[in-house]
C-alpha cells in the first residue's frame, strides 16, 4: 500500500503507475497468433467473449485451465492483443496477477488499479486519501459499481495464474468487478473455475502441430512467414520432428527449446540429444505430482545443463527462494552468494553452500538466463530500462526444487542479509534471540517477503519475533493491517509445521518449544480468518501449553508474560461461561504479577494493572460497582508509569480503557462520568492519529462515539450527530475485510444512533439504521459471538418499539420488537450478562405492556423484582417496574383469562 499513501498525499504523478504496473505482459517474439485458429484456446476464447455480448444479462466469466506452462497466460495476452479484443473493449484490459505469493494486499493494490481504470485518478485520490492503509473492497466497489454499465462493458479484466489455495483472493476481486464486465481468469485447477458461477471453462493441453512449429522457429530465431516451412526438409527431419515429439508441442518446453537454439546460432544437436538422453535418464520418469510435466522437466534440465558457467546455474537455482517478479536490488542481494554446485542435471542431490558471487554482473547474469530460456526480462515501457526478470511459476518451482536442502539456506541469507545491520549478540542460553524485522527501513520487498524467508528458513526465533507487537505496529502503519493479516496466515502455517512436525526437536529448549506455542497463540488470537471462537480456542491450548513448558522458577519474566497473554484470550473467550472466563483471565493477572512487580519491572506491572483494570470492567460476578471502581484504581496506578512523555502509545491506550471505566461507572454522578470519559478519549487521540496509528485511532474514535452518544450535557441532537461521525470515521479503518468484528460493532452502534437521530427525516433515519444492524448481523452471528449478537438485536428491539410509539407499525412493531428481544435473551443470560439480561428484560416488559399483553409482562417484571439489587441501575428502574406489575396485574384481574394477551 506504499503507492496509495504516496496518491493520497495528493502526488498525481504516482496515477500513471496504476496503468503500467497492470497492462498485459507483451508478447514474446515467438508468440503465434491464434485467435483464428478452432484448435487453439484464443480462439475458444474470443468465442465466448462473443456469445455472452448477444442478449447476456451479465458479460462473460471465463476460466482458463491447463498444467502449468501449457501456455494459459501467453494465450490470455494473445487475446488481449487481438484486434476484436481491442476494437470492442475500448476502454483497454486490465491485467492482475495472482501467483503463489499473492495476499490480502495484493488484492488491495489490485483494487487500486481497477478504481483508477474505471473511474479515474480523482477517485483513487479520494478512495486513498479516505482509507489509505486499508484493503477496501467493499468501498472501492461502490465507485466502481457506479459506472454505468455501457462504459464497464468496454473494459476486459484478465486474473492471472489463480490457485486452487489463492481462490479466495479471485471472490474478492469478483466482488468489485462491474457485472457487465466480462472476465478472463486462469488457473491450474478445474475446482476454481467451478467455483465461479457461470463460469465457461476453456482447456489447454498442447498446441497444435503446425503452430508448435511456429512457435519453435519464433523461439530459435527464425524468420516466420505465414504458409510458408519455417524449416528446411533436413532440419525437419534432423531435429524439428524430434523436438515436437519430445517437447509434446507444449508451448513453455517450445520456448525453452528455441531459445537455447537460438543462443546456439542454430547449433540444434546439443539442445535435442540432451533433450532424448534425459528422456532416458533413469531417474526422469519418478517425478512426484507437484514437478512439472515431462516435456518442461526436460527442457529445463537441457538447458540448465548447456549453462557456460556453473555461476549461472547456481543464480537460477537462488531464484527459486523468490516471488515470480523480481526487481534488481533483490537480485543483486541474491546474487551476492552462490550455492556452488548445483544439483547434476536432473538430479535433485541437495546443492552445498559456498562462496560470494564472481564478478559477473546482474545484467550479465539476466542475459545468460534469458538466453536459455529460464526467465523473461522485466522492462519499464517508460524508460525502456531493465528494472527486474519475470520467472514463470514452474520455472521458480523447478528452481527451487534445485536447492533440496539447501533452500533453507539461502532463505536464512536473505534474512542475514536485511538484518546484519540491526541485530548483535549471539542466541541466549535457551537458544532465543529476537530479530527486530521495524528496524530495517522497507525497500518496497522487505516487509511483504519477512514471513515468506523466516518460514523457508525454518527460523524459529524469526517466526516468534513476526508476532511481536513492534512489527505489528509497523506493519499496519507502513503497509496495513491486511498487510499484517497475510503475515498471521503465513505464519500459522509455518509455525504448525514447526511445532507439530515430525522434525527432531531434541536440540530445542523447553523455552524455545514454549516461544514457539506462545507465538502460534498470538497467531491465533490476532487471526480475523476462519471462525473467531475456533481460533480463541486454539489461543488458548497454545498458551497452556506455552506455560506448562517453563517454570517459574527458570524463567519467572516469561512465564508472567505468558500467564498475561493467557488472560488476555480469556477475556476474549467466546465459548464458556464469560462469567467463568473472566474470573479466569483475573486469576492469570494476579498471577502475572506474583513476578511483575513495580520495582523489578515497572513498565509490565503498569500493563498488567492496566488489563486487570479491563478484566474488573467486565466482571460478572461480585459487585459492579465495586469492580468499576476497582478497575479505575488499577488504571491510575498505570498511568503512575505510564506517562504520556515517557510512554506515548501505552498512556494512551490507558486513557482509552479509563474512558470505559468511567463510562460504566455506577458511582458518582452519571453526567460528570460521561464527561470524565470524554476527556479520556481526548486525550488518547492527541497521541493516536490517524496517519501513524490508523487502527488504534480508529478504536479510540468509536470508543468516543459511545461515550457522545450516551452524553447528558448540552444538546442531545448535537452529541447524537458528534456520535454517527465518530462510527463513520471509524468504519474508514475498520473494513468488513480487515476487522470483521469490530466493522460489525462499529455498524451495531452507528445503528443504534442512527435510529435515535433528531435531526433528518426520521423514517431514513430508521431505514438506514436497519440496513446498518443487518450488516452487523452479517458478522455477529449467535455461533460466533453470542453475546454481540444478542446485543445487536436488542438494539434492534429498541428500535422496532420505537416505531410502534410514534404509531408508524401497529401491532407488528410490537411483534417485531418482542422477538428481538427474546433472541437477545437467549444469550443475555442472567448467569451469562446478568447486566444486559436486568436491562433487555425491562425493555421487552415495556413492550410487553405497549401491546397489553399483561401475563408476560407481570413475569418479566417479577423475574427484575427478584434479581433487584443485582442490577446496577436498579435504583432508577424499581419504581417503573413496580408500576408495570401493579397495571398489569389489575388488567389480568379485570380481564380474566381472555385478557392474558399470551
Request: aromatic content about 8%; some cysteine; proline content about 4%.
Amino acid at each position: 500500500m506504499r503507492l496509495l499513501s504516496l496518491s493520497a498525499g495528493g502526488d498525481k504523478s504516482f496515477y500513471p503507475v496504476y496503468d503500467l504496473r497492470w497492462r498485459p505482459p507483451p508478447l514474446d517474439a515467438s508468440y503465434v497468433p491464434g485467435v483464428d485458429n478452432p484448435e487453439r484456446a484464443e480462439h475458444a476464447i474470443v468465442a465466448a467473449l462473443q456469445a455472452s455480448r448477444v442478449g447476456a444479462s451479465s458479460a462473460a466469466r471465463i476460466g482458463v485451465c491447463a498444467v502449468g506452462g501449457s501456455g494459459k497466460t501467453t494465450a490470455c495476452a494473445g487475446v488481449a492483443a487481438c484486434e476484436w479484443v481491442r476494437a470492442h473493449f475500448s476502454k483497454g484490459t486490465a491485467w492482475v496477477q495472482l501467483d503463489a505469493s499473492s495476499t490480502l494486499q495484493s488484492v488491495a493494490e489490485a483494487v487500486m488499479a481497477l478504481v483508477y481504470r474505471f473511474c479515474g485518478g480523482g477517485a483513487v485520490e479520494q478512495l486513498s486519501a479516505l482509507i489509505a492503509d486499508k484493503d477496501f473492497v467493499a468501498v472501492a466497489a461502490g465507485y466502481v459499481r457506479s459506472v454505468p454499465v455501457a462504459d464497464a462493458a468496454k473494459w476486459l479484466i484478465i486474473v492471472d495464474d489463480v490457485l486452487y489455495k489463492r481462490r479466495a483472493l479471485l471472490r474478492q476481486l469478483l466482488l468489485l468487478i462491474p457485472p457487465a464486465t466480462p472476465v478472463l481468469f486462469s488457473t491450474r485447477s478445474e475446482a476454481v473455475v467451478a467455483s465461479v458461477p457461470g463460469a465457461t471453462l476453456v482447456s489447454i493441453d498442447a498446441l497444435p502441430i503446425d503452430d508448435a512449429r511456429l512457435v519453435l522457429a519464433a523461439a530459435a530465431g527464425k524468420v516466420v512467414t505465414t504458409r510458408v516451412c519455417p524449416f528446411s526438409a533436413a532440419e525437419e527431419a534432423g531435429w524439428v520432428r524430434r523436438v515436437l515429439a519430445k517437447t509434446e508441442c507444449h508451448a513453455l518446453s517450445l520456448a525453452i527449446v528455441g531459445s537455447m537454439i537460438a543462443d546456439r546460432g542454430g547449433a540444434w544437436r546439443a539442445v535435442v540429444e540432451g533433450m532424448e538422453r534425459r528422456w532416458m535418464h533413469p531417474y526422469f520418469g519418478c517425478s512426484d505430482s507437484d514437478s512439472p510435466r515431462s516435456s518442461v522437466r526436460a527442457a529445463l534440465d537441457v538447458s540448465l545443463g548447456l549453462l557456460d558457467s556453473g555461476e549461472y546455474r547456481d543464480a537460477f537455482a537462488a531464484l527459486g527462494v523468490l516471488p515470480v517478479r523480481v526487481r534488481l536490488p533483490m537480485l543483486t542481494r541474491l546474487w551476492q552468494f552462490s550455492l556452488g554446485g548445483v544439483a547434476a542435471v536432473g538430479g535433485r542431490s541437495a546443492a552445498q553452500s559456498s562462496c560470494a558471487m564472481r564478478s559477473t554482473n546482474v545484467e550479465g547474469l539476466v542475459d545468460a538466463l534469458v538466453r536459455a530460456g529460464l526467465v523473461r526480462r522485466d522492462v519499464d515501457e517508460v524508460s525502456g530500462e531493465l528494472v527486474g526478470v519475470v520467472v514463470h511459476p514452474v520455472v521458480s518451482e523447478y528452481a527451487l526444487s534445485l536447492l533440496g536442502d539447501s533452500a533453507r539456506a539461502m532463505h536464512q541469507r536473505v534474512v542475514d542479509s536485511y538484518m546484519g545491520g540491526v541485530i548483535s549478540g549471539s542466541l541466549d542460553a535457551h537458544g532465543w534471540r529476537r530479530l527486530p524485522f521495524w528496524e530495517v527501513p522497507d525497500d518496497g520487498y522487505w516487509y511483504d517477503h519477512v514471513v515468506r524467508h523466516v518460514s523457508g528458513a525454518e527460523n524459529v526465533c524469526g517466526l516468534v519475533s513476526v508476532m511481536d507487537p513492534a512489527w505489528q505496529a509497523v506493519r499496519v502503519g507502513v503497509n496495513s493491517p491486511l498487510a499484517f493479516q497475510a503475515d498471521v496466515e503465513g505464519e500459522l502455517t509455518a509455525l504448525k509445521a514447526v511445532v507439530g512436525g515430525t522434525a527432531p526437536k531434541s536440540a530445542w529448549s523447553p523455552v524455545l518449544l514454549g516461544r514457539a506455542h506462545a507465538a502460534l497463540a498470538l497467531v491465533y488470537h490476532a487471526r480475523i480468518a476462519d471462525c473467531r471462537r475456533s481460533n480463541l480456542e486454539a489461543a488458548i491450548t497454545h498458551w497452556e501449553s506455552a506455560i506448562a513448558l517453563v517454570d517459574k522458577s527458570v524463567a519467572s519474566a516469561l512465564w508472567a508474560e505468558w500467564q498475561a497473554g493467557l488472560g488476555r484470550v480469556c477475556g476474549d473467550r467466546v465459548s464458556g461461561a464469560r462469567a467463568a472466563n473472566m474470573e479466569e483471565a483475573i486469576a492469570c493477572y494476579h498471577r502475572a504479577l506474583e513476578v511483575r512487580t513495580r520495582a523489578t519491572a515497572p513498565l509490565e506491572w503498569a500493563e498488567t494493572q492496566k488489563l486487570l483494570g479491563r478484566a474488573l470492567v467486565n466482571r460478572v460476578h461480585g459487585d459492579k460497582a465495586a469492580n468499576v471502581e476497582t478497575a479505575i484504581a488499577c488504571y491510575g496506578l498505570a498511568l503512575e508509569v505510564q506517562t504520556q512523555e515517557a510512554t506515548p502509545l501505552e498512556w494512551a491506550d490507558t486513557q482509552n480503557n479509563l474512558a470505559g471505566a468511567y463510562y460504566y461507572r455506577v458511582n458518582g454522578d452519571r453526567a460528570s462520568n460521561m464527561e470524565a470519559a470524554i476527556a479520556c478519549c481526548c486525550r488518547a487521540l492527541e497521541n493516536y492519529t490517524r496517519s501513524a496509528t490508523p487502527l488504534l485511532w480508529a478504536k479510540m474514535r468509536y470508543a468516543l462515539g459511545l461515550v457522545y452518544y450516551d452524553r447528558l450535557v448540552g444538546d442531545k441532537a448535537a452529541s447524537v450527530e458528534a456520535a454517527i461521525a465518530c462510527y463513520n470515521d471509524a468504519l474508514t479503518v475498520y473494513t468488513r475485510e480487515a476487522a470483521p468484528l469490530m466493522w460489525a460493532a462499529t455498524q451495531s452502534h452507528l445503528g443504534k444512533a442512527l435510529r435515535d437521530r433528531l435531526s433528518g427525516d426520521p423514517a431514513a433515519n430508521v431505514a438506514a439504521a436497519a440496513a446498518c444492524f443487518d450488516l452487523a448481523l452479517t458478522m455477529r452471528t449467535r455461533a460466533a459471538v453470542p453475546l454481540n449478537w444478542a446485543a445487536t438485536q436488542h438494539h434492534m428491539g429498541v428500535m422496532h418499539h420505537c416505531r410502534h410509539k410514534a404509531d408508524a407499525t401497529g401491532a407488528a412493531g410490537v411483534d417485531a420488537a418482542v422477538a428481538c428481544f427474546y433472541r437477545a435473551l437467549e444469550a443475555r443470560t442472567p448467569e451469562a450478562a446478568p447486566q444486559d439480561w436486568a436491562l433487555t428484560t425491562f425493555c421487552l416488559m415495556q413492550t410487553l405492556v405497549d401491546g397489553e399483553r399483561w401475563s408476560a409482562a407481570v413475569d418479566c417484571g417479577q423475574a427484575l423484582e427478584r434479581f433487584g439489587s443485582r442490577w446496577a441501575l436498579w435504583p432508577a428502574h424499581q419504581a417503573a417496574v413496580a408500576c408495570v406489575v401493579e397495571e398489569a396485574s389489575r388488567a389480568l384481574a379485570q380481564r380474566g383469562d381472555e385478557g392474558s394477551g399470551t
